[in-house]
């Protein structure tokens, strides 16, 4: 599949929907823990949930670790994540490593992501792309709010989404990277905005909140709707390393591609 970009501007929304399945295409070659939680102080489930994002930007800044199950055509592949992320200023660098195609004997290049506010850049992108430029999306042009379109969810995506949860129940307690922290089910109300993207309105979640009330881990499953046909994707997002430094520099104007995309 070839998309071109007439401009960063225009084309934005058309590249975007190429991204999502390009990412499949690719990776499958088809078209600070805390010190403990008291036990039994589970408190309100949902209060525990919907507020995780506040807390998150009260903590700062965090190390984080994603990962990406999508399941389509009966393949399924995992893209898998790691960087820092700025929950004050909503910026955030992650680098994706893609499995190995079966049709490559060596594997994809990392992809470099830079999270900002509005914006989606994207390094090594695929074919068609020089080594040297980026890729830049609209993401207020992306009809699933990019949660799923750049083969990473946005940790504070991840985390504002649980503003809309739902019949949300404790689980119990459990130990996480050698700290405890409470577990709660539920499912999230997507917005109306980026609602349109999936096959449904609620999103399936595990969270796990630590004794400040931070997001510790997120596990959500949406089902992606891509030329009409589902795809079934889970999304995982590991929070750690509170306060860690985070440095993004966005890419200049003349840095930023505009040509041609391959997927």
Avoid at 24 to 31: E, K, M, R
Avoid at 130 to 158: C, E, H, Q, S
């Amino acid at each position: 599949m070839v998309m071109r970009r007439h401009g960063a501007g225009r084309a934005d929304a058309v590249l975007a929907a190429a991204l999502v399945c390009g990412v499949i295409a690719t990776a499958a070659g088809c078209g600070g823990a805390s010190a403990g939680v008291t036990s039994g102080a589970a408190g309100d489930p949902a209060a525990a949930v919907r507020t995780a994002a506040d807390r998150l930007v009260a903590a700062g800044s965090s190390r984080a670790t994603t990962s990406m199950e999508m399941a389509t055509g009966g393949t399924r592949v995992t893209i898998r994540g790691e960087g820092t992320y700025d929950f004050k200023r909503r910026t955030g660098q992650l680098t994706l490593v893609l499995p190995n195609s079966p049709a490559e004997a060596a594997g994809q290049r990392p992809i470099t992501e830079l999270l900002a506010p509005g914006a989606l850049y994207m390094k090594n992108r695929g074919a068609g792309v020089p080594a040297d430029k980026w890729v830049r999306i609209n993401t207020a042009t992306l009809a699933d709010g990019n949660l799923v379109t750049g083969g990473a969810t946005d940790p504070y995506a991840a985390a504002e989404l649980l503003r809309g949860a739902q019949g949300v129940a404790y689980v119990g307690e459990e130990d996480l990277a050698g700290g405890k922290v409470r577990h709660y089910r539920g499912s999230a109300t997507l917005p109306a905005r980026v609602a349109k993207g999936f096959s449904r309105g609620a999103v399936p979640f595990d969270a796990y909140v630590d004794a400040e009330g931070r997001l510790r881990k997120v596990r959500q499953q949406f089902s992606y709707m891509n030329d009409g046909r589902p795809v079934a994707v889970a999304s995982t997002t590991l929070l750690y390393g509170f306060g860690a430094a985070v440095s993004v520099r966005l890419p200049d104007g003349r840095d930023i591609f505009d040509g041609k995309i391959q997927s």
